[in-house]
């Protein structure tokens, strides 16, 4: 029960945050109708890994505290930095429902890119590195072009206490300079519009939007629709839920 009131909780305030309290009045009005009904818009953008990777990375102004950057992958890697005090899985953040997705998102086969001020968890982002953890994370169904270098970003976020201070830029580039050494070319993500935070991030951080996705969910029905800025270049396409 407690960990349904923290999921609400959340929810909740990141609508509001993002949308205004209407977007949220909004959204309780739905949520009744969200075992039978859901409709959702997207922007799709994608960003490209080396396009920023000529610079330094610039070192966040945090005043005291040192800045930690780690990678990881498996439950086992969380495991070993958690018996050094760098705790992510458990932490409280917007996204990590009832304090255990970040593990099962582990299992899954996503990587984590973590930013620790000392060993306080500052920034998180994800990605998805192929079809197969996408489908098991139940991601929306974005085209992904796996074979051809390209991946999946998702559930970006900075902890509050140390927001404006640049660690979501440190986070992103660090991030980069590793997909780059793994031969990542391309990043894609899919954000709502009234996620203004998102939208505002990756747009600030060189993120093309190139078009726009329709989800539509009816019972156990399922429809996924791209639509591309530059038609003539790239066709759209539906693809078919679950």
């Known amino acids: 029960m407690l960990d349904t009131i923290r999921i609400w909780s959340g929810t909740a305030k990141r609508i509001r945050q993002n949308g205004g309290l209407p977007s949220l009045l909004w959204a309780i009005c739905l949520y009744p109708m969200k075992p039978i009904f859901e409709y959702k818009t997207f922007n799709l953008y994608e960003y490209h890994v080396n396009q920023d990777l000529g610079s330094d990375v610039p070192l966040p102004n945090i005043g005291a505290g040192e800045i930690n950057f780690k990678v990881v992958s498996s439950n086992q890697e969380a495991d070993k930095l958690e018996s050094e005090n760098y705790r992510f ?17 582990l299992e899954q086969g996503a990587i984590a890119f973590c930013t620790f001020v000392g060993t306080e968890l500052a920034a ?40 404006g201070l640049g660690l979501y830029g440190y986070n992103r580039r660090n991030r980069d300079l590793y997909l780059a050494g793994i031969g990542v070319d391309v990043i894609r993500t899919c954000i709502e519009p009234s996620n203004k935070t998102g939208v505002g991030l990756t747009t600030a951080s060189g993120g093309r939007k190139y078009g726009r996705a329709r989800q539509l969910k009816i ?3 399922r429809s996924w629709k791209e639509t591309y800025l530059q038609i003539e270049d790239t066709p759209s396409f539906t693809r078919m839920g679950h």
Not at 90 to 104: C, D, F, H, I, K
Not at 132 to 155: C, F, G, W
């Open 124 to 163: 998180i982002s994800w990605i998805i590195p192929s079809q197969h953890t996408q489908d098991s994370m139940k991601a929306p169904p974005i085209k992904i072009d796996y074979a051809n270098h390209e991946v999946l970003s998702r559930a970006a976020w900075v902890n509050p206490k140390y927001r």
């Open 219 to 221: 019972l156990f029905w």
């Open 89 to 105: 899985r458990s932490y409280p953040t917007e996204w990590n429902v009832g304090r255990s997705l970040y593990a099962r998102r």
